[in-house]
């Protein structure tokens, strides 16, 4: 099994639309979790961090639920530029220092 | 501010040939990532360094690989004996303090053995 698992992809959604991306990860003692966005032959950006209690930026909603090891990440009202692969990220317990990035999860949003 | 940057942005060589990738972090930032990312795939760890502290080493895929970073700044990750497999984006990233921050990542350096 991955250490970090993510929805295979690729996502076609019409712009306005909702849509939404899991992760799973299998190490119950990390201890933070970020998710990624990558566009095509550039580097990865933070897009935000995952808390426990949930979060919220903008069209953007994460959820973090420690017991199932499980993060998601919604998309509302899609736009076009948010096509892009979405890297689900997670850093290791107290005193690791190997981040993993899941394999990502590729989004197209058409007109 | 200035970001991570990496030098070369592209690298093309032959196979059997030593290679060097440079990694500037943003100043200030103690922690410094290398990855590789292959064609289509995710990022694969390669090595990690936090301030004076021995790496962690643990993701380099062979003992051609090898990183050093010099006065806790600059970082170079060496590619010995270049293999074909070897071809990809090496992607450097720097964070404030280790694991649980935010990581920045350079533009990467786009290897090609031919």
């Known amino acids: 099994r991955k250490e970090v698992e993510q929805d295979p992809g690729p996502f076609n959604v019409p712009e306005g639309a909702t849509v939404a991306f899991n992760c799973t990860y299998s190490n119950s003692a990390s201890q933070s979790f970020f998710w990624y966005r990558q566009d095509c032959r550039k580097e990865p950006k933070l897009l935000m961090s995952v808390y426990s209690s949930g979060n919220e930026d903008g069209r953007f909603t994460a959820q973090l639920n420690r017991a199932s090891q499980y993060i998601s990440l919604l998309i509302r009202d899609s736009k076009l530029s948010d096509s892009a692969t979405y890297l689900c990220v997670v850093s290791p317990s107290t005193g690791g220092f190997k981040t993993i990035f899941g394999a990502g999860t590729r989004l197209f949003v058409k007109a | 501010g200035a970001g991570v940057s990496q030098s070369p942005s592209n690298k093309v060589t032959e196979k059997g040939k030593d290679v060097e990738l440079r990694c500037d972090p943003i100043?200030?930032?103690?922690?410094l990532y290398w990855y590789r990312q292959s064609l289509g795939q995710g990022l694969e760890f390669l090595i990690y360094f936090q301030g004076n502290s021995a790496p962690d080493k643990s993701g380099l895929p062979s003992d051609r690989f090898s990183a050093e970073r010099t006065g806790g700044s600059v970082s170079t990750l060496t590619i010995q004996r270049t293999q074909q497999e070897d071809s990809a984006v090496y992607l450097c990233?720097?964070?404030?303090?280790?694991?649980?921050?935010?990581?920045?990542f350079g533009p990467g350096t786009r290897l090609l053995v031919l």
């Open positions: 100043s200030g930032h103690t922690a």
């Open positions: 990233a720097s964070s404030l303090v280790s694991g649980q921050e935010t990581q920045y």
